[in-house]
C-alpha cells in the first residue's frame, strides 16, 4: 500500500509561483513513476505532468508547458511540482499519484495506481 500525502498549496495572485510536494511512505518510491493530476470543479482529473523512476524523462500537459516543472527527490520519497506564472485556470485540487509503468510516461489515469487526497491551489486574477 502506498499512502501519498501533498502540501504546498493555497492562494496566489496570477503570475505567482507556488511549489507543491508530495510524500510518500514507501520504501520503494524509486521503483515508481510519478505524476499530477489536477481537478477543477468537475468530473474530470486531468493530466498536469509526470517523471520517470530516475527523473530522467518528464511529460506535461500542452497548458503547462513552459510553465510547471516536476522533479523528484529519491532519497527523500518526494516528488515537487514547481508552479510559475500562475493563472486562474490553474485553479484545481492538485493530486499526486503513482504509477507502475515503466515502458512509457503514463498520462492516463488508469494506468496510476494510488493517488493522494489533493491539495487546493486558487489563483486569483
Known amino acids: 500500500q502506498v499512502q501519498l500525502v501533498e502540501s504546498g498549496g493555497g492562494l496566489v495572485q496570477a503570475g505567482g509561483s507556488l511549489r507543491l510536494s508530495c510524500a510518500a511512505s514507501i520504501s520503494t518510491f524509486s521503483t515508481y513513476t510519478m505524476g499530477w493530476f489536477r481537478q477543477a470543479p468537475g468530473p474530470e482529473r486531468e493530466f498536469v505532468a509526470a517523471?520517470?523512476?530516475?527523473?530522467?524523462?518528464?511529460r506535461y500537459a500542452d497548458s503547462v508547458k513552459g510553465r510547471f516543472t516536476i522533479s523528484r527527490d529519491n532519497a527523500k520519497n518526494t516528488v515537487y511540482l514547481q508552479m510559475n506564472s500562475l493563472k486562474p485556470e490553474d485553479t484545481a485540487v492538485y493530486h499526486c499519484?503513482?504509477?507502475?509503468?515503466?515502458?512509457?510516461?503514463?498520462?492516463?489515469?488508469?494506468?496510476?495506481?494510488?493517488w493522494g487526497q489533493g491539495t487546493q491551489v486558487t489563483v486569483s486574477s
Open positions: 499519484a503513482s504509477s507502475g509503468v515503466r515502458a512509457w510516461v503514463p498520462q492516463r489515469r488508469d494506468e496510476y495506481s494510488y
Open positions: 517523471i520517470t523512476r530516475s527523473g530522467g524523462s518528464t
